[in-house]
T-cell receptor
Framework: GIQVEQSPPDLILQEGANSTLRCNFSDSVNNLQWFHQNPWGQLINLFYIPSGTKQNGRLSATTVATERYSLLYISSSQTTDSGVYFCAVDKGIAALIFGKGTTLSVSS | DTAVSQTPKYLVTQMGNDKSIKCEQNLGHDTMYWYKQDSKKFLKIMFSYNNKELIINETVPNRFSPKSPDKAHLNLHINSLELGDSAVYFC??????????????FGQGTRLTVV
């Protein structure tokens, strides 16, 4: 089956720093989503981005489908950005396959 | 307005008991799912339903039985609970975004603890 690898597994930042999270996937996909799981456990949709670039405030994402990777950029990080960031893909089986996540800790 | 809602949020029960988790979505989506998140935070698909029909059933013990009474509801019943069933269970629903892709939305999760 398709493999989804995220890096780095852990990231520690000072407030105000920028960061880039990476997601590699082993096959072509129909769907790619980024999620943020906050410290209360909620899974929050960040981006639906099977290809191209999108921006939402301090967050932006780029997926290069031909090279099978996606990047999530977080600028001017805040303590509320802490949590686990998941990349998930769907290869047309109507279910998401998740990476293991990047755990982000932002300190003030 | 809650889009995908699960009840209960927390469930503590003894081994051997039978329990149910309910899920409802008010987004009008045709497809609903159950995912399991283990203690290492890994999320894995368990079941997928489209228009009340089962379309994905991953390698899950048959003690787990999903039930979809209508498009807006997908409940999960678990028989003879075991310690290893302790996890967070997420319900989700999805909508088509383009010709081939779908976007999923998740409930707040149910933390099941079996003692």
């Amino acid at each position: 089956g398709i493999q989804v690898e995220q890096s780095p597994p852990d990231l520690i930042l000072q407030e105000g720093a920028n960061s880039t999270l990476r997601c590699n996937f082993s096959d072509s996909v129909n769907n790619l989503q980024w999620f943020h799981q906050n410290p209360w456990g909620q899974l929050i949709n960040l981006f639906y981005i099977p290809s191209g670039t999108k921006q939402n405030g301090r967050l932006s994402a780029t997926t290069v489908a031909t090279e099978r990777y996606s990047l999530l950029y977080i600028s001017s990080s805040q303590t509320t950005d802490s949590g686990v960031y998941f990349c998930a893909v769907d290869k047309g089986i109507a279910a998401l396959i998740f990476g293991k996540g990047t755990t982000l800790s932002v300190s003030s | 307005d809650t889009a995908v809602s699960q009840t209960p949020k927390y469930l503590v029960t003894q081994m051997g008991n039978d329990k149910s988790i309910k899920c409802e979505q008010n987004l009008g989506h045709d497809t609903m799912y159950w995912y399991k998140q283990d203690s290492k935070k890994f999320l894995k698909i368990m079941f997928s339903y489209n228009n009340k029909e089962l379309i994905i059933n991953e390698t899950v013990p048959n003690r787990f039985s999903p039930k979809s009474p209508d498009k807006a509801h997908l409940n999960l019943h678990i028989n003879s609970l075991e310690l290893g069933d302790s996890a967070v269970y997420f319900c989700a629903s999805s909508r088509p975004r383009d010709a081939i892709g779908t976007e999923a939305f998740f409930g707040q999760g149910t933390r099941l603890t079996v003692v």
